[in-house]
């Protein structure tokens, strides 16, 4: 294996691994906190479960991230496609690891206010596409840096 078939690999394994990483914790910190609601009123699982479930999507743009970018994935690769794609790894493994760890926080306080009785389903859903946006233009980025290696 060649250097840059390495720091390819590399790049691929931070955008998927860090990316759902992130979903991961994401999505246990809703979990929890939807826990916690349902113990206070039941119908409050509805809701919590699709709160909790937001943070999951930063580990499917890793994915996708990673999908875009296999074709490079080649013995054949050059030492400029091999650090763009881990360029492209690290923007989109750190982005989505701390924007998904970010919403989760964001939704577990929606999901405590909605097992309070609060209604805040809606707010908490616009004020938890903020931190996702992050994980979005990461994705546009690796999709960006795809098109300059193609």
């Known amino acids: 294996m060649t250097l840059a078939l390495f720091l390819a690999f590399i790049g691929a394994a931070c955008m998927v691994g860090m990316s759902g990483c992130g979903s991961a914790v994401g999505v246990s ?8 609601a349902i113990k206070k009123r039941e119908e409050a699982f509805a809701p919590s479960l699709v709160l909790s479930a937001l943070p999951g999507t930063q580990g499917l743009y890793g994915f996708a991230a990673f999908f875009i970018m296999k074709d490079a994935l080649t013995p054949a690769i050059t030492m400029f496609q091999a650090v763009a794609i881990l360029g492209a790894g690290l923007i989109m493994g750190f982005a989505g690891l701390i924007s998904a760890i970010q919403q989760g926080r964001v939704c577990a306080n929606g999901i405590a206010g909605i097992g309070a009785g609060a209604d805040v389903f809606g707010k908490t859903m616009i004020l938890a596409v903020f931190p996702e946006l992050y ?3 990461a994705f546009a980025s690796c999709f960006l840096i795809k098109g300059i290696i193609a």
């Open 29 to 36: 910190i809703g979990g929890s906190a939807t826990i916690g």
């Open 135 to 137: 994980a979005i233009v």
